[in-house]
């Protein structure tokens, strides 16, 4: 085993170029709605992760300024299991299934891929978004799998009702008035039942049990973490993490959306009703608390399947890759939510270890999870394949190497373009903005006027994609169960027919 580790190191950091001695396995993290609240990026003085933490400090390359293909679950997720943006696919918001966009159906998604080359591919948790088909069943994005276990109702969390807050039932720590109701779909609270009874927690222990397995042939194990996504329901040992009159909410500066203009000079934005209600109700350190409180969970989550590969027979011989779909607002721009195209939203984690890494590495290069696919394809030594992403392997070896591309982030609004240091976003009905990361990482003061920055972004306009795919794919009604209706049949594709 320690001689087959050298070796692994020799072929990632010796060879000019990837080269793959044997086959590597895959096992692939992703986290809903997860932020830069994390101890390997810094967004947030009082984030614990520790296990994350131990996992990058152990040796894995943690990329500094990755950002989402789209700011919400369904067209970030479609982009980087397909590989291609928004504006290729027409798949821009929660209701446009994948699978019936005119691109996708002639490429093979991420696991397909690799399961069409030899991979045995394995998934549970949340990875595709789901969908409802027909009103009788619901898709999964099962049929992208070998072997799917999907986790029924990840979003029953039992909240302890005695401590509850939510926005919608106007519920707050516990106590219903009418007075207290908002627009919005804001919840939070400890559950009343056990970290081992939670969802997410199943997954970690599925993710374990496969690890323990027995496999003929390389594996693609996908593993889905749902928290933080709303509801904030997680077990009270999380809350008593952190005090709550400790609480640092995010700076929120009350002028923040007054320089961003229509072309017709009138105000393009104006606060969520969210951020309307938490505010009005002086709750900015409770929602703050049940973030923090969810993403400590999925921390512990993420220390079992840790646990579990280094105790495996698979730990020095597989990929780990981990990723948020984007980012989430606690206040910041007066949101209390996602889809924009602002910093908090646009940004994401993105963290990985390949088989040798020893020592922690930074990556500030600017990339995007739509390079996901083209880069483990190539790391895997799987032919290459045509793709709006891609391969940052280069970075694995050399996080400074040379790299001018920036991120684009497509919303069904607008379009992110961000680098290093500079961020430009243009909303469809013409609505611009520049900001200096550097100088300004809150984005308080928009530059778009400023002459002296006229000419570097004018550059970053022609990253704009020059056209906007139309999703052109039935919407179909959802069953009533929607998120413990049966997975849909027949689903497969026929992978030789695939690109």
Not at 305 to 326: K, M, P
Request: glycine share 6%; net charge neutral.
């Amino acid at each position: 085993m320690h001689t087959q580790k050298i070796l692994l190191m020799l072929m990632l950091f010796c060879s000019p170029i990837f080269t793959v001695a044997e086959p590597l396995n895959v096992l692939m993290i992703s986290i809903d709605d997860l932020n830069d609240w994390i101890g390997p990026l810094g967004g947030h003085p009082q984030a614990k992760t520790p296990n994350l933490d131990k996992f990058c400090e152990g040796g894995a390359m943690v990329f500094r300024n990755a950002v989402c293909a789209a700011p919400l679950c369904g067209p970030s997720r479609s982009a980087v299991l397909s590989g291609f943006l928004p504006s290729t696919t027409g798949i821009y918001g929660n209701e446009h299934n994948m699978i019936f966009s005119d691109m996708v159906k002639h490429h093979a998604t991420l696991p397909e891929y690799f399961s069409k080359h030899g991979y045995y591919t394995l998934s549970n948790g949340k990875i595709f978004h789901k969908h409802g088909i027909d009103g009788k069943y619901t898709d999964f994005g099962h049929w992208a799998f070998d072997e799917h276990a999907r986790a029924r109702r990840y979003t029953n969390n039992n909240p302890d009702r005695q401590k509850v807050t939510a926005c919608k039932s106007g519920t707050i720590n516990g106590i219903t008035k009418p007075e207290f109701k908002g627009k919005g779909k804001l919840s939070w609270g400890p559950t009343s039942c056990s970290f081992e009874e939670m969802v997410d927690y199943k997954v970690a222990a599925w993710t374990d049990a496969m690890l323990q397995r027995d496999f003929d042939r390389p594996f693609f194990i996908a593993s889905g973490i749902i928290k933080p996504h709303l509801p904030w329901f997680v077990p009270q040992e999380f809350f008593d993490l952190y005090p709550l009159e400790t609480i640092q909410p995010p700076e929120v500066n009350a002028d923040d959306l007054t320089d961003i203009r229509t072309p017709q000079g009138k105000p393009a934005f104006k606060p969520s009703p969210e951020y309307l209600w938490v505010k009005k109700h002086g709750l900015e350190k409770e929602a703050t608390h049940a973030y923090l409180a969810s993403i400590s969970f999925a921390d512990a989550c993420l220390g079992k399947i840790f646990q579990a590969l280094e105790n495996s027979r698979y730990a020095d011989n597989t990929i780990v890759i981990i990723w948020g779909d984007h980012g989430w607002h606690l206040g910041e721009k007066q949101r209390f939510l996602k889809n924009t195209t602002w910093n908090e939203s646009a940004k994401t984690p993105l963290i990985i270890k390949m088989p040798g890494m020893e020592k922690p590495a930074i990556c500030n290069r600017t990339v995007s999870l739509i390079d996901i696919y083209p880069t483990l394809i190539r790391l895997c030594g799987l032919p290459e394949k045509e793709l709006d992403g891609i391969d940052f392997s280069p970075l694995l070896k050399d996080p400074n190497a040379a790299w001018t591309r920036p991120g684009i982030t497509v919303s069904n609004a607008g379009t992110s373009v961000m680098g290093e240091r500079w961020h430009y976003i243009q909303q469809l009905d013409g609505t611009e903005e520049f900001y200096d990361l550097q100088k300004d990482p809150m984005e308080w003061t928009n530059l778009i006027s400023s002459p002296e920055h006229a000419e570097r972004i004018d550059a970053m306009r022609k990253w704009i994609p020059s056209k906007r795919a139309e999703f052109t794919g039935p919407i179909l009604r959802k069953p009533k169960n929607y998120v413990n209706a049966d997975a849909a049949p027949n689903m497969k594709r026929v992978l030789n027919a695939l690109q």
